[in-house]
């Protein structure tokens, strides 16, 4: 694509995350390839941070009026693994990032026994601002904010994406399976392979989880690594396993 189309490309991609499909367009502005890689790492990086400084003081639902910091994300523009949360708690409110409360303290642990950390990988959620006392997000506002999340993974262009928990699971892959069921599969999210997971709240509140999901992020690493051309490593063994440092 010429540079000049290109960046025509880009502005409608951004109108439509802001205001949804309002242009009298013939087809909705779905590229070929939904989520395309870009040709560099500083223009990823600038893209990214263009796109953050547009939607940041966002005023689509009702959110916007109580929350203290929108929480676009964290971790590396180019990153081959991007995390999904479900919405901001107190304290990412508070600081305006991801994953930084409890429930994140157990992610980067989890994250450092698969040998990998929140600068490596990209963090995000469903949506970017918190629901009052941490209510399910309605789904008006998932309507309203998914774009968001679209547009960061178009810009990211991720090998693998993880939703972390049942309602990131059930956003992105419109069904209403057990989460059960679903960390079983592999997925394919326009494009990019998914796969599903417990979030780490659910681990703290349910111990019994915490086996099954250090499953998913030991088959979630290997996976990382075969996609990322990386050799795999040893099987670590139950006694070494996240179970211990992650949830301790
Ligand atoms: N839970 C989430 O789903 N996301 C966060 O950022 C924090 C807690």
């Known amino acids: ?74 971790g590396s523009p180019e990153a081959d693994m991007v995390f999904v949360g479900e919405a901001p708690g107190y304290e990412e409110d508070r600081q305006g990032e991801p994953f930084v409360g409890k429930a994140g303290k157990l992610l980067d642990r989890i994250l450092a026994a ?63 399976e057990s989460l059960k069921n679903m960390r079983q599969q592999v997925y394919n999210y326009e494009g990019v392979e998914l796969r599903v997971t417990y979030h780490t709240a659910a681990l703290l509140r349910n111990p019994a989880l915490k086996a099954p999901a250090w499953e998913d992020f030991q088959a979630i690493r290997d996976r990382y690594r075969e996609l990322t051309g990386q050799p795999p490593i040893e099987s670590q063994g139950k006694s070494q396993s996240a179970g211990k440092s992650t949830t301790s």
Request: proline letters at 7%; one cysteine or more.
């Open 1 to 74: 694509m010429s540079p000049p189309v290109d960046h025509a490309v880009c502005y409608l991609r951004r109108h439509q995350a802001l205001y949804g499909d309002q242009l009298s367009l013939d087809q909705p502005i779905t590229p070929d390839k939904p989520l395309r890689a870009h040709e560099n790492v500083d223009e990823q990086a600038a893209s990214l941070a263009a796109f953050e400084e547009e939607i940041r003081e966002c005023r689509k639902c009702t959110l916007e009026a109580a929350r203290t910091k929108f929480v676009f994300g964290v």
């Open 114 to 176: 698969i040998q990998l950390s929140r600068r490596e990988v990209y963090i995000c959620n469903i949506l970017k601002c918190r629901p009052p006392n941490n209510r399910d997000p309605l789904a008006a506002e998932v309507s309203q904010c998914l774009p968001y999340l679209k547009e960061q993974l178009r810009i990211i262009h991720p090998k693998l994406v993880v939703a972390l928990g049942r309602v990131a699971a059930k956003t992105l892959l419109g069904v209403e």
